[in-house]
C-alpha cells in the first residue's frame, strides 16, 4: 500500500478544492435542508461548510500564489544562467 504524502503540494490542492466545491457546499446544503435536526445543528452545518469554504478558498489561492512565484524566480534564474553563458 502506497503512503500519502501530506508534501506532496499537488494533492494537498486537490483536497482544498474537493473542501472548496464538495464538503463545504454540501454541509451548507444539509443545514438548510435537514428539517429533523435542531436548529443549533443546522446552524453549525451552515457556519462550519461557510468557514469551511473560506478557509480552503484563501489557502488555495495563497499555494497558487507562492506556486507561481517561484516558478518566476526558476524562471528568471534560468534566464540570467543563459545570459551568463552567452558572454
Do not use: C, H
Not at 499537488?10 to 446544503?29: A, E, H, S
Amino acid at each position: 500500500m502506497q503512503r500519502m504524502d501530506l508534501e506532496d503540494e499537488d494533492l494537498t490542492q486537490k483536497v482544498r478544492l474537493l473542501d472548496i466545491f464538495g464538503i463545504g457546499p454540501l454541509m451548507i446544503y444539509a443545514g438548510v435542508k435537514a428539517e429533523d435536526l435542531p436548529g443549533w445543528v443546522r446552524a453549525g452545518l451552515v457556519l462550519f461548510g461557510g468557514t469551511t469554504i473560506a478557509y480552503n478558498g484563501a489557502n488555495y489561492l495563497s499555494v497558487s500564489d507562492r506556486a507561481k512565484e517561484r516558478i518566476a524566480l526558476e524562471e528568471l534564474a534560468a534566464l540570467e544562467m543563459i545570459e551568463e553563458s552567452e558572454e
